[in-house]
């Protein structure tokens, strides 16, 4: 520690002697820039003991626990302005409040943080189950669970429309998260199913994992029910050959349609420039003819 004496006199003569640090000093004691010493200083938060004829900024030891506890508050995420509050009046049941309110927006932002957690942890889980797929281009009965979806039902051709529909969807919903990546879908109406009208989508989704901020006029469903499934690497403009195979191998085998079909692609260039990788998943749910 470096520390200097200053040996000054009083007006009756008496010699006295008192510890001093430059702003330098205490940037390195106690970890803190400079800079921010400074704006401590300007705002009125943490100011120096005294300044020099030079205009030379000096704190004190006596300081010392002051600026701990400015750093100790700051860490617990409180705001400057929280801190000068607290320090001018030192009042402890304000300084309870003031832990209480924080202790609720750290729990507020541990319950955010395991959301994003376990959005994480659900594609992964997708995009590694995705690379093991084996069945290509065959397909599958499967039972899927009831899905909950943010739905816009709007006529689409190509993939322009693709883009401008999912921004619309995002801005009409208020759709407030950006961990939707691999969660888009698209729907064919079960009417151009049946009809073997195969060329267009009658809607765009985003797939809702967990509670969320936005318009719930927009909140769906995907029904629980059998769906005839295929998978194959490409994207949705490479989907029409497979509509058609599905389409044929309901009829072939005694089924029926019995909604619109889900497409949703789970690995893309933006994911792999691997075009080998790339996996899109279609699902029509279907019935057994009675």
Not at 47 to 60: D, H, L, T, V, W
Request: with cysteine.
């Amino acid at each position: 520690m470096c520390r200097k004496i200053l040996i000054s006199f009083t007006k009756m003569g008496v010699i006295f002697l008192k510890n001093r640090f430059s702003i330098g000093e205490m940037s390195r004691l106690h970890n803190v820039p400079v800079k921010t010493l400074r704006f401590y200083d300007e705002i009125d938060l943490f100011k120096p003991m005294e300044i020099g004829a030079n205009g030379y900024r000096f704190y004190a030891s006596e300081q010392f626990e002051q600026l701990d506890t400015i750093n100790y508050l700051k860490f617990l995420g409180f705001s400057l302005k929280e801190i000068k509050q607290h320090l001018k009046y030192r009042d402890v049941e304000s300084f309870l409040e003031l832990l209480r309110r924080q202790k609720g927006e750290t729990e507020r932002k541990i319950s955010e943080l395991e959301v994003i957690r376990n959005r994480f942890a659900a594609r992964i889980d997708e995009i590694e189950k995705a690379l093991q797929v084996d069945n290509i281009g065959k397909v599958v009965i499967k039972h899927i669970s009831r899905r909950q979806i943010l739905r816009l039902e709007e006529r689409i051709t190509c993939q322009i429309e693709i883009e401008l529909a999912l921004r619309k969807l995002k801005d009409t919903s208020y759709w407030m998260s950006a961990l939707f990546i691999g969660k888009v879908g698209l729907t064919v109406a079960k009417d151009d199913l049946e009809q073997k009208s195969l060329d267009k989508y009658n809607s765009i989704f985003i797939l809702i994992e967990d509670e969320g901020v936005y318009d719930r006029r927009f909140l769906k469903y995907l029904p629980e029910s059998e769906y005839a499934c295929i998978f194959f690497r490409g994207s949705h403009s490479q989907s029409l050959p497979y509509y058609r195979q599905l389409v044929e191998y309901v009829e072939a085998n005694q089924l029926l349609i019995n909604g619109d079909a889900v497409e949703r692609t789970i690995i893309d260039q933006f994911i792999t420039g691997d075009s080998c990788l790339h996996l899109t998943e279609i699902q029509i749910p279907v019935i057994k003819k009675t």
